[in-house]
């Protein structure tokens, strides 16, 4: 075999092999689901605190839950804090996912309501200080 031929099956061996390890394996991040608890009938809209309690606790984004019927408008803050508006006919359950890396638990993430909209206080969202009975939130992995 001539020094050509070797060197350009050598080239092909590395560059193949480097090719397979750079290959990911899997999806990188996952989906948390944010459920609330204890809603209005006639709620309408949340506006949600959704936190990382670290710096590794990143969060990659916020999206409507597939199949849901509530719009979901998010403002990032930080790495690992965002802000989310979800709008319609609210309902115990899932309202919102956070998409996070695939290593990430639950319980590195916060969820909490910051504002609930009601019929009776349409001009003045009215601040929830989590009183029996208010809507609570919880980060659930899907």
């Known amino acids: 075999m001539s020094l050509p031929r070797r060197t350009l099956g050598v080239a092909l061996l590395i560059a193949v092999g480097a090719c397979l390890d750079t290959a990911p394996t899997g999806p990188m991040s996952i989906h948390l689901a944010v459920?609330?608890?204890?809603?209005?009938?006639?709620?309408?809209?949340m506006l949600l605190e959704l936190a990382g309690i670290d710096s590794s606790a990143t969060i990659a984004g916020v999206v409507a839950p597939p199949g849901?019927?509530?719009?979901?408008f998010a403002q990032l803050r930080s790495s690992t804090k965002w802000r989310a508006i979800v709008t319609g006919?609210?309902?115990?359950?899932?309202?919102?996912?956070?998409?996070v890396p695939k290593a990430a638990a639950a319980s590195l993430y916060e969820c909490g309501p910051a504002r609930r909209a009601s019929p009776t206080s349409r001009r003045h969202a009215r601040r929830d200080a989590a009183p029996d009975g208010a809507p609570g939130t919880a980060c659930t992995g899907s």
């Open 68 to 72: 849901g019927a509530y719009h979901v």
């Open 89 to 99: 006919p609210i309902a115990d359950g899932v309202i919102v996912e956070l998409v």
């Open 35 to 45: 459920q609330v608890q204890n809603v209005g009938s006639d709620d309408r809209a």
